[in-house]
């Protein structure tokens, strides 16, 4: 294993606690008011804010020690100034599962905040890179991003869905069904917490209505079913055309290699077949 | 099967390897979504993306593979072999059948698994003139073509450096070989075939600015309590919550 992508203290304890602490409301509120009055002198957002980064480094005599992360504002949407301009941004993978599953709930939720920072991050360069006519660098950083979040999401997901297994014997996922609406298609319906009962709720009732009736739907399905079904035919003989005309074309074709990619056409039934026929002597 | 999953299982598994990039990455490049319905009530739930996707020697997220599949440029169907097994990788030895260097040895460079085709250094070359202008000749490189793996070369035996057939077999420690048919010697799969754009071996990998370290990454922090996520976040910042709920309603 080598590195993994985004997080520049992400299980760093440190560092990440930082991240999870409560904001300095006040600060937040000096900065950004800062950052306002600049901005009204000044025509440049980058000269602003290296500013009002400056103005918080304290100058003293010996080495200063700083373990918190540089707080930047609203320049915190926006990527290091230096990576401006560049146009290949080298990051590492996505978090796996199997990553995922060794680090506490403390530490996912402190990855979850740096990943959505980032994805933050990336959506504003992307849309600054747009915006100037200029090329994103590097677009798959946002599905490794993603790729992240989504894993982290299952493995808390997995974790919440234990303990409720364990404890009620149900999952504590959110309910749903398969119902069919009122042209009769199906579709996953997934429920949601009420107040009051269902009896009670005209509301809810009036906007979904479940089930289907009469002559016209009995029609529409069937049309519809027609529909489903060609497209699915028209799939079937595609395949089979396919192959027809791979064993037109090479002679030495494997013949297993075929049924395990096209599983559904029957290749005996097509040997006999003229279109099947190559112009070579047969085996 | 559906289009979508049809694109998907061909893009190779060795380009996505050499890639290192997001599977889904490349998946959005090949299956390009030109323009979907807003999810609203109003809308039917429809997309309209690329239907074909001609893989060629550019890789499929690439600027020219790109330009090469713009939307209304028809190009005949491609029909390719189904193979069972892969056997040639990025660094192999093979020997060619055909062609001007027929009988010639070289070493593959690139694999392009979606046409079955592999590049081989310096061999079954063109010349190409690039960059002619009105007052420039331009300059001649030489090129190479692919060459097709079902037909065009063998693999080279590295006990005797002579072509052999292979196949695939199972050492005792249930480890997967390539073995030379004619003389039975093990072909060890070259570590070329580990380079990736971004590193040459995956040992060799410079972390940078925003990637995690691995020692960060393998510590282990988790320790199982009868607890959910919430719960435990819960306790660990303090926060008490002594209402009730009342009754709810799932429907």
Redesign the interface.
């Known amino acids: 294993?080598?590195?993994?992508?985004?997080?520049?203290g992400?299980?760093?304890g440190a560092k990440m606690a930082s991240l999870a602490k409560v904001v300095n409301i006040s600060r937040a509120i000096n900065n950004v008011s800062q950052l306002f009055t600049n901005l009204t002198i000044s025509p440049s957002i980058k000269c602003t804010s290296v500013l009002v980064s400056q103005l918080r480094v304290p100058r003293y005599g010996c080495a200063y020690v700083h373990t918190t992360p540089r707080r930047r504002a609203l320049m915190e949407f926006f990527d290091d100034a230096k990576n401006w301009g560049e146009f290949d941004i080298?990051?590492?993978?996505?978090?796996r599962k199997d990553?995922l599953?060794?680090?506490?709930?403390?530490?996912?939720?402190k990855l979850w905040f740096v990943l959505l920072k980032?994805r933050n991050m990336l959506l504003t360069m992307e849309h600054a890179a747009k915006k100037d006519l200029e090329i994103f660098p590097n677009?798959?950083r946002k599905?490794?991003v993603?790729?992240s979040m989504s894993n982290l999401e299952t493995v808390?997901r997995e974790?919440?869905k234990a303990?409720?297994l364990?404890?009620t014997g149900e999952d504590?996922e959110r309910?749903g069904k398969l119902v069919h609406n009122q042209l009769g298609m199906m579709y996953y319906y997934r429920?949601?917490?009420?107040?009051?009962?269902?009896f009670m709720n005209n509301k809810?009732r009036q906007k979904y209505k479940f089930g289907y009736s009469g002559n016209a739907v009995h029609k529409f399905r069937k049309l519809y079913r027609e529909k489903l079904w060609n497209e699915k035919r028209k799939?079937r003989n595609r395949?089979r055309n396919?192959v027809m005309?791979?064993m037109k074309?090479?002679p030495?074709?494997?013949l297993?290699?075929?049924k395990?990619?096209y599983p559904d056409v029957d290749i005996e039934n097509l040997k006999s077949q003229k279109k099947a026929r190559g112009h070579f002597v047969p085996q | 099967m559906r289009l979508s999953a049809f694109l998907l299982t061909k893009v190779g598994d060795l380009t996505k390897k050499v890639s290192n990039l997001p599977e889904k990455y490349i998946t959005d490049t090949v299956e390009k979504v030109y323009y979907r319905t807003p999810r609203a009530i109003q809308y039917l739930d429809r997309t309209i993306k690329r239907k074909n996707f001609r893989f060629t020697t550019n890789r499929p997220w690439s600027g020219p593979a790109e330009f090469q599949n713009s939307p209304h440029k028809y190009r005949k169907k491609v029909f390719v072999e189904p193979l069972k097994d892969w056997n040639f990788f990025k660094g192999d030895r093979v020997q060619l059948l055909v062609g001007r260097d027929k009988g010639k040895q070289g070493i593959i460079t690139q694999v392009i698994q979606e046409r079955n085709w592999v590049i081989v250094e310096g061999l079954n070359t063109h010349l190409r003139r690039i960059g002619k202008d009105k007052d420039f000749p331009g300059s001649t490189v030489q090129s190479e073509a692919p060459l097709l793996v079902t037909t065009d070369i063998r693999l080279v035996d590295p006990s005797d450096l002579d072509a052999c057939d292979v196949e695939w077999r199972y050492k005792p420690d249930g480890q997967r070989v390539r073995v030379s048919c004619r003389t039975g010697r093990i072909i060890p799969i070259p570590h070329k075939s580990e380079e990736t754009v971004d590193y040459k071996r995956p040992t060799l990998y410079k972390a940078k600015q925003k990637d995690t370290p691995a020692n960060v990454v393998k510590e282990v922090t988790f320790l199982p309590e009868l607890k959910t996520f919430e719960m435990d976040l819960m306790d660990k910042m303090g926060i008490k919550e002594d209402r009730t709920r009342k009754p709810i309603f799932w429907y």
């Open positions: 294993m080598f590195v993994i992508v985004f997080s520049r992400t299980a760093n080298k990051v590492g993978r996505a978090w990553e599953r060794i680090k506490s709930n403390e530490d996912l939720h980032e677009p798959e599905y490794k993603e790729e808390v974790r919440n303990y409720h364990l404890e504590g309910p429920m949601c917490e009420h107040t009051i009962p269902k809810w799939a395949d396919h005309h791979l074309r090479f030495n074709l494997d297993e290699a075929v395990e990619q």
